[in-house]
């Protein structure tokens, strides 16, 4: 978990005058976190910590058992996790490999995270913005029916490797659940694996299916609502909390806390880049 020395809080960060600036503008890819922090304070908010924003909306009786947010890192921890997602020459972000089979898959030394979703629920749009600081990184897409799928490795520096898996729907052939359900099940190293649920459309029949895999095989896992940019606030949040309440009653495995992003505005990368390096040990 994040050392505690290092929770510096986001207010202490906010309360700084260059963090106060008036600068304002939309969130473009190449924007730097140094950037970032210039947004005025409500903007920056959205930007880093999406549910903070949606919990200002919440009904004053929604009661005290509701808790939107664990994951709570300092401004500076994503900071650090910034770093890691940054490609220089010593931090190397690179697609590594593709494999159909498991025993196809590049070495186990380094933690896992893989990203797994209905098709066209926004997992190639997720990566690339997650690898945005690495623009040389290439988020293959490969959607014509027919074509071969894939689980596509990405190596980001020491640190760990993320795995593409191919999108799933209602004509999966079989050899794609199976090589799915071997990964999910046999996967020595995965440490996390990250089921994306569109915000606008909410939990699907597909996606329980995914969401019944995970809990068979008790894997850690975490849901991540996408697209959050195309629904109204009111819309967004009746979603938030009917999908954490499923979370917290129907699931042992799942993560308790939803992460909402929107590749469009950029909302919630930071703060799921900060996730990953901390669930891969490198915030310790
Ligand atoms: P995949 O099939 O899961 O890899 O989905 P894609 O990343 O290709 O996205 C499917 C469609 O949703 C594309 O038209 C994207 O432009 C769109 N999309 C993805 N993420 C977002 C988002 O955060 N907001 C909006 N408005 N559209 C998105």
Redesign the pocket.
């Known amino acids: 978990m994040v050392a505690p020395g290092l929770r510096l809080g986001a207010e202490r960060f906010l309360e700084t005058p260059a963090v106060l600036g008036r600068l304002s503008r939309p969130y473009s890819m190449s924007q730097t976190l140094a950037e970032v922090l210039q947004l005025p304070k409500k903007q920056l908010t959205k930007l880093l910590y999406p549910l903070q924003e949606l919990e200002r909306h919440l009904a004053p009786d929604t009661g005290p058992d509701l808790h939107l947010r664990i994951f709570d890192p300092s401004l500076e921890d994503i900071a650090r996790a910034e770093s890691i997602f940054t490609a220089t020459v010593r931090n190397r972000i690179d697609y590594l490999s593709s494999a159909v089979r498991i025993d196809h898959a590049p070495d186990l030394s380094r933690p896992e995270v893989c990203f797994i ?10 990566i ?1 913005a997650l690898f945005s600081l690495a623009p040389e990184v290439e988020v293959r ?1 490969s ?1 014509k029916p027919g074509h071969t799928k894939k689980m596509n490795f990405f190596k980001v520096g020491k640190y760990f490797t993320l795995v593409d898996m191919p ?1 799933y729907g209602y004509r999966a052939p079989e050899d794609f659940v199976d090589m799915v359900e071997t990964y999910l099940k046999e996967r020595r190293n995965l440490k996390r694996t990250f089921l ?1 649920v569109d915000s606008v459309v909410g939990i699907t029949k597909t996606d329980n299916i995914a969401i019944e895999m995970c809990e068979e095989f008790a894997l850690p896992y975490v849901m991540v609502l ?5 629904s109204s606030k009111g819309h967004l949040l009746k979603q938030v909390l009917e999908i954490q309440k499923f979370v917290n009653t129907h699931t042992q495995g799942c993560f308790p806390q939803l992460f909402p ?4 505005t950029f909302s919630g990368i930071h703060l799921m880049r900060c996730f990953i390096a901390n669930i891969t040990g490198n915030l310790d």
Do not use: A, H, P, W
């Not at 979703?117 to 997720?126: E, I, T, Y």
């Not at 992003?261 to 469009?264: A, L």
């Open positions: 979703g209905r098709s066209n629920v926004g997992k190639s749009s997720l690339k897409v959607k999108g994306l996408t697209k959050i940019d195309k992003v929107s590749t469009v």
